[in-house]
């Protein structure tokens, strides 16, 4: 069974920066491209970015060029690299298998909040 662990969260002022990480246990972890998501109070949660198992990555439109995915197959882990934060970014951030509405079950997610 595959276990979600995201970690790195944390109170940043605007224009900060944040990574976070995701561990992934319970599969064979290079064969599979991987998402960040994030859920914002009364939201749809939504796929922020993608990276395939060959390393191609994709973003929404609102966190491009500020924010970079990558991944760590020795590890397990990919990760979130989020510059020039906004007061929009506040959410809660999950890693899951890459899809709009995921692939395995959700991990509990990692609190970023953005102060003005």
């Known amino acids: 069974q595959v276990q979600l662990v995201e970690s790195g969260g944390g109170l940043v002022q605007s224009g900060g920066s944040l990574r976070l990480s995701c561990l992934v246990s319970g599969s064979i972890f290079s064969i599979y491209a991987m998402g960040w998501y994030r859920q914002a109070p009364g939201k749809q949660r939504e796929l922020v970015a993608r990276?395939?198992?060959?390393?191609?990555?994709n973003y929404a439109a609102s966190v491009k060029g500020r924010f970079t995915i990558s991944r760590d197959n020795a590890k397990n882990t990919v990760y979130l690299q989020m510059n020039n934060l906004k007061v929009e970014d506040t959410a809660v951030y999950y890693c899951n298998g890459g899809n709009p509405i995921g692939v395995w079950t959700w991990g509990q997610g990692t609190q970023v909040t953005v102060s003005s």
């Open positions: 990276i395939t198992n060959s390393d191609i990555t």
